[in-house]
C-alpha cells in the first residue's frame, strides 16, 4: 500500500546520520509495486 510522503521520508532517512554506512545500494522507491 502506498503512504503519503513515503518517497520523501527515504531521501531525509538517507541524508541523515543514520543512513552513514549505507553505502553502493540500489533502494527502489516505488510506492509498494514490488510488493503486488
Known amino acids: 500500500m502506498r503512504?503519503?510522503?513515503a518517497?520523501?521520508?527515504v531521501v531525509v532517512w538517507l541524508c541523515s546520520?543514520?543512513?552513514s554506512?549505507?553505502?553502493g545500494q540500489a533502494i527502489t522507491?516505488?510506492?509498494g509495486?514490488?510488493?503486488m
Open 29 to 31: 522507491v516505488d510506492g
Open 21 to 23: 554506512y549505507i553505502t
Open 3 to 5: 503512504h503519503d510522503g
Open 17 to 19: 546520520p543514520g543512513a
Open 7 to 9: 518517497e520523501e521520508a
Open 33 to 35: 509495486y514490488t510488493a
